[in-house]
């Protein structure tokens, strides 16, 4: 399509950052220009679940991620894989329901939201650079008030801004295939392994998602799987239904600021937090609302303070799935304790999803201790 000369938002980045943030500022009013080198369905290789606190999300942008073809899993089961079928424990999320959806149709659902809101779609569209006012892309200039980077983690829209600086990082390596398969549980499932973790997520009656997490950039799923003999036991003679295993990076990594004059910074492009938490798109959507309010006010600085707020509870859970990743003892004393007491569980996963209050998170974690220590 031709770009407009001017506009009011221009995105760089049309994935699901992109378009969340583009649809949460047409609901404001703001004439908004999306560009993307890549054209949809844009694909990317991650759980493919989506928990209760992101569906609420995406509903408040108006966004009926169940227009598509979807499945609901009503909770999350924790299994270790080193010991034994009895360290597995499961709970149901204290409100809703998580989604699960291949990522193609998820991007389809909200482009096509994008669009039916009036946001100009630019695909096959390469942004070069970034001015003051406004992009160069396609061998054209286009004046913007307002520049957003929803471009991932690789952002070259925070380089040209000058936006690298952060307060630390850490990367892991996660891998994706799907497996014909009849789903064994309605359960988004995590199986924890040595130094790595499986996401076993029912994507449909008969199809499942299955996502490697690790340190270790060259461990790929038939390699991981003999850590999980009885995952492998039910895929590993099932026929792969489409396509090859597509890998990503997955990053902890929180910047020191997400804006600066008039561009901000949206999505992994703003920081992000492991894919362990499952929390990717929810904040995405939670960020898109308040980067849409902070335009309206004028004020990108509302955005920043948004944003850290938005980001609290995800790193905190971050940070405690990754020490249960580093501590193997303490993991099977953690997933032994909530499997011989289920209501603990049932408190973290509560925190999780933003459930649960700071007095609630302090109560379930002393009965957390004290069964650790009777164990």
Same mark, same amino acid.
């Given at each position: 399509?031709?770009l407009?000369?001017s506009?009011?938002?221009f995105?760089?980045? *049309?994935?699901?950052?992109?378009?969340?943030?583009?649809?949460?500022?047409?609901?404001?009013?703001?004439d908004?220009t &999306?560009?993307? /080198?890549?054209?949809?369905p844009?694909?990317?290789a991650?759980?493919?679940?989506?928990?209760?606190?992101?569906?609420?999300a995406a509903?408040?942008?108006?966004i009926?991620?169940?227009?598509?073809?979807v499945?609901?899993f009503p #909770?999350?089961?924790?299994?270790?894989?080193?010991? *034994?079928a009895?360290?597995?424990v499961?709970?149901?999320?204290?409100n809703?329901?998580g989604?699960?959806?291949?990522?193609?149709?998820?991007?389809a659902?909200?482009a096509?939201?994008?669009?039916?809101?009036?946001?100009r779609?630019?695909?096959?569209?390469?942004v070069?650079?970034?001015?003051?006012e406004g !992009?160069i /892309?396609?061998?054209?200039?286009?004046?913007?008030?307002w520049?957003i #980077?929803?471009?991932g983690g690789?952002?070259?829209?925070?380089?040209?801004? #000058?936006?690298d600086a952060?307060h #630390?990082?850490?990367?892991?390596?996660?891998?994706?295939?799907h497996?014909? +398969?009849e789903?064994?549980?309605?359960?988004m499932?995590?199986?924890?392994?040595?130094?790595?973790?499986?996401?076993i997520?029912? !994507?449909?009656s008969?199809e499942?998602? +299955?996502?490697?997490?690790?340190?270790?950039?060259?461990l790929?799923?038939?390699d991981?799987?003999?850590h999980?003999?009885? !995952?492998?036991?039910? &895929?590993?003679h099932?026929?792969?239904?489409? *396509?090859?295993?597509?890998?990503?990076?997955?990053?902890s990594?929180?910047?020191?600021?997400?804006?600066r004059?008039?561009?901000?910074? &949206?999505?992994?492009?703003?920081?992000s937090?492991?894919?362990?938490t499952?929390?990717?798109l929810?904040?995405l959507?939670?960020?898109?609302?308040a980067l849409?309010?902070a335009?309206?006010a004028?004020d990108?600085?509302?955005y920043?303070?948004?944003?850290?707020r938005?980001g609290?509870?995800?790193?905190f859970?971050?940070?405690?799935?990754?020490l249960?990743?580093?501590?193997?003892?303490?993991?099977?004393?953690?997933? *032994?304790?909530?499997?011989?007491?289920?209501?603990?569980?049932?408190g973290m996963l509560?925190l999780? &999803?933003?459930e649960l209050?700071p007095?609630?998170?302090?109560?379930?974690?002393a009965?957390?201790?004290?069964?650790m220590l009777t164990?």
């Amino acid at each position: 399509m031709t770009l407009p000369r001017s506009t009011d938002v221009f995105i760089v980045g *049309g994935g699901p950052a992109g378009l969340a943030a583009a649809i949460a500022a047409r609901r404001r009013g703001f004439d908004v220009t &999306v560009a993307d /080198c890549a054209a949809p369905p844009i694909d990317k290789a991650c759980g493919e679940g989506i928990m209760p606190d992101g569906v609420a999300a995406a509903r408040s942008l108006g966004i009926e991620l169940e227009a598509g073809e979807v499945r609901r899993f009503p #909770g999350i089961r924790f299994c270790d894989a080193g010991a *034994g079928a009895s360290a597995c424990v499961q709970a149901l999320f204290p409100n809703g329901y998580g989604i699960a959806m291949r990522r193609t149709t998820l991007h389809a659902i909200m482009a096509s939201h994008a669009s039916d809101a009036g946001v100009r779609l630019a695909w096959r569209t390469p942004v070069t650079g970034i001015r003051d006012e406004g !992009v160069i /892309c396609d061998g054209s200039f286009t004046r913007a008030r307002w520049i957003i #980077g929803a471009d991932g983690g690789h952002s070259r829209v925070r380089r040209w801004a #000058g936006l690298d600086a952060a307060h #630390g990082s850490s990367r892991r390596f996660g891998f994706r295939r799907h497996y014909r +398969v009849e789903p064994w549980s309605d359960f988004m499932e995590l199986h924890w392994g040595p130094a790595c973790q499986l996401y076993i997520t029912p !994507v449909a009656s008969d199809e499942i998602c +299955v996502a490697l997490i690790s340190r270790d950039p060259h461990l790929r799923l038939n390699d991981a799987l003999r850590h999980f003999p009885e !995952v492998a036991r039910r &895929v590993s003679h099932r026929e792969r239904p489409a *396509g090859e295993e597509r890998g990503a990076v997955t990053a902890s990594r929180r910047l020191r600021s997400v804006y600066r004059g008039r561009v901000a910074l &949206v999505g992994d492009a703003s920081g992000s937090v492991d894919a362990v938490t499952g929390e990717g798109l929810c904040l995405l959507f939670q960020q898109s609302a308040a980067l849409a309010a902070a335009l309206h006010a004028g004020d990108l600085s509302l955005y920043q303070a948004a944003h850290r707020r938005i980001g609290r509870r995800p790193e905190f859970m971050a940070n405690l799935m990754l020490l249960l990743d580093q501590r193997q003892r303490l993991r099977r004393r953690v997933i *032994g304790a909530m499997a011989s007491h289920p209501p603990l569980f049932a408190g973290m996963l509560a925190l999780h &999803v933003g459930e649960l209050s700071p007095v609630g998170f302090l109560s379930n974690g002393a009965a957390l201790g004290w069964r650790m220590l009777t164990l």
